[in-house]
């Protein structure tokens, strides 16, 4: 089944430590993103990448790397940086930039 | 001002009424609008683009107001499986930028 992979479901971290988020998808899509949501919170945009080895800043970057070495994968980590982590974390894609985006089923960070 | 503004919730409503969410958006140059459902702890799921001309799918109907700037989504005979949070989703030209409204919620009741 085409779809999106994100991994692991549940993710702790310690202070001080980097995490990575993983996200996989078989769509052929060539445009991926990370959102964080916050509790009653809308989705607000970490990072979007449109083609392999391209990617660009959303609305809330800072404390947040990516990579986009294959199509297919767009990991999101956390660095210590981030002070406030905790959050549902969403992967998506889309086929081009007028078709709508498909979810994964997130990850949620808490800190230890 | 918000890029994306919905109805404030939540929607009660008994099982089959008709309910209606509406959107605004604030970027006249937007150029393709959605409308999504999240459940409680999980991802949101497209429920159905948003045309022009208007378009049904089956219980549901989406309109757009270019004009007004705002769309809204109308879904007749509620079932408690409507029940969920309704996410206003506007993309604008030039870019990936996707902008998603902050939800409203719908508690159906029998």
């Known amino acids: 089944d085409g779809g999106i992979t994100q991994s692991p479901k549940y993710l702790f971290r310690k202070e001080g430590q980097n995490v990575t988020l993983s996200c996989e998808q078989n769509?052929?899509?060539?445009?991926m993103y990370w959102y964080r949501q916050d509790p009653g919170q809308g989705l607000r945009l970490i990072y979007y990448s449109q083609i392999v080895n391209d990617f660009q800043k959303g609305d809330i970057a800072e404390g947040y790397s990516v990579s986009r070495e294959k199509k297919e994968s767009f990991p999101l980590t956390v660095t210590s940086a981030q002070k406030n982590p905790t959050a549902f974390y969403l992967c998506a894609s889309s086929e081009r930039d007028n078709q709508p985006q498909h979810f994964g089923d997130g990850t949620r960070l808490s800190i230890l | 001002r918000k890029e994306v503004e919905q109805d404030p919730g939540p929607f009660n409503v008994p099982e089959g009424a008709t309910v209606a969410f509406n959107c605004t958006y604030s970027?006249?140059?937007?150029?393709?609008f959605f409308w999504y459902r999240q459940d409680c702890r999980k991802e949101p799921k497209l429920l159905m683009s948003v045309y022009s001309s208007g378009n049904e799918d089956g219980r549901f109907t989406a309109q757009l107001n270019r004009a007004s700037q705002y769309i809204s989504l109308l879904i007749r005979d509620s079932k408690l499986s409507d029940s969920a949070t309704y996410l206003c989703?506007?993309?604008?030209?030039?870019?990936?930028?996707?902008?998603f409204g902050a939800g409203t919620r719908l508690f159906v009741k029998a």
């Open positions: 769509l052929n899509h060539d445009a």
């Open positions: 970027n006249s140059a937007s150029q393709s």
């Open positions: 989703v506007v993309k604008n030209t030039g870019g990936f930028k996707t902008i």
